[in-house]
């Protein structure tokens, strides 16, 4: 399994981006997939997660930012919206097998900065 992803970027407080992440391989799709971030300092962190219908947040993205999933192509998209200077960190996709195991993307930096 390999995850790719893309559309981080350098953006203005309030303003949106939009996540992608590809994974190609075995894939499953009743499997979680999802996003975490890390900022400068800061232990990674859950963003969001979705398994089939199901979706979970961090409490400080809820109302902002929207996860989703297109199974014919095996990516999950990370809406963030009203973007927070304190939403600045790497974000990283990942997909966890059907016995467990965490995949991981290489990172995309999203940076908030007016």
């Known amino acids: 399994v390999q995850l790719q992803a893309s559309g981080g970027g350098l953006v203005q407080p309030g303003e949106s981006l939009r996540l992608s992440c590809a994974a190609s391989g075995s894939i499953a799709s009743r499997n979680v997939m999802g996003w975490y971030r890390q900022a400068p300092g800061k232990q990674r962190e859950l963003v969001a997660r979705?398994?089939?219908?199901?979706?979970n947040y961090a409490d400080s993205v809820k109302g902002r930012f929207t996860i989703s999933r297109d199974n014919a192509k095996n990516t999950v998209y990370l809406q963030m919206n009203s973007l927070k200077v304190e939403d600045t960190a790497v974000y990283y996709c990942?997909?966890?097998?059907?016995?467990?195991?965490?995949?991981w993307g290489q990172g995309t930096q999203v940076t908030v900065s007016s």
């Open positions: 979705i398994r089939g219908g199901d979706t």
């Open positions: 990942y997909y966890q097998s059907s016995w467990g195991y965490d995949y």
